[in-house]
């Protein structure tokens, strides 16, 4: 029922859009967030999403039915919040309603901003080949955070070599990650995830050095580093 009047009120408060005056945007990509008064579920994405955005892309909130200034909608909006994706000033893709799935809500925005082999690593649970990926010798202080939704989960210092082809570290930051175990291809491991997007990241084990003993074995293609 509360689904039905979002769209129902939606609908009407379109009509009324078209009469004001419309935003003007100036970025060449960027996400932005279509929104409508006393929306539950616009005030939720907000909560959820982007009270706390970390992401590179920028995104931002527009209270009208209409794309703003020089901006163009590839159809009509029906119900909000609808997420849309511009590139080059055209709608490339957009993600319709939220009802407090985080995880679907980055999984949209990571097929649009990964490459096709960052997207095997990250939803297939995919491994890059040893020596191939990113990071490998990154030894400047900085952040390894999560390629798209920009949360922090490895400091440099915390990165040693392991000789094994892989960005090794032997602590995340608090929070960063979740752990699940795998039975896959006859091993018994734990795999780990990105806490914020949970995509993907590698497998942590107990042959590191101290002081954890452990040592998180990362594909660095989904890893992004910003340094200090």
């Known amino acids: 029922m509360l689904r039905k009047f979002a769209l129902l009120f939606f609908f009407l408060f379109s009509l009324t859009a078209c009469a004001k005056e419309k935003p003007t945007v100036n970025d060449n990509r960027q996400l932005i967030v279509f929104t409508a008064p006393d929306c539950g579920f616009c005030a939720q994405f907000k909560r959820d999403i982007m009270t706390d955005w970390r992401a590179e892309l920028p995104i931002r909130e527009v209270v009208s039915a209409q794309a703003p200034t020089g901006l ?11 997420i849309v994706l511009f590139q080059d000033n055209k709608e490339v ?20 901003l990964l490459t096709p082999e960052q997207q095997r690593i990250a ?35 915390t990165k040693f070599n392991s000789g094994t082809g892989w ?3 032997f602590n995340p930051i608090e929070g960063s990650i979740t752990y699940h175990e795998d039975n896959s291809h006859g091993m018994k491991r734990v795999e780990v995830r990105s806490a914020s997007s949970g995509i993907h990241l590698g497998h ?24 200090d």
Do not use: M
């Open 72 to 82: 163009a909608l590839e159809k009509p909006l029906f119900a909000t919040p609808t």
């Open 93 to 112: 893709s957009r993600y319709t309603g939220y009802e407090g799935d985080k995880r679907r809500f980055w999984q949209w925005l990571g097929f649009q």
């Open 123 to 157: 939803f297939e649970q995919g491994t890059e080949r040893p020596f191939t990926g990113s990071h490998l010798d990154e030894k400047r202080p900085g952040t390894f955070v999560d390629p798209i939704t920009g949360a922090p989960i490895f400091r440099t210092d």
């Open 167 to 169: 960005p090794s570290f």
């Open 204 to 227: 942590v084990f107990d042959d590191g050095p101290p002081p954890t003993g452990k040592r998180y074995c990362i594909n660095g293609k989904v890893l992004k580093f910003i340094p």
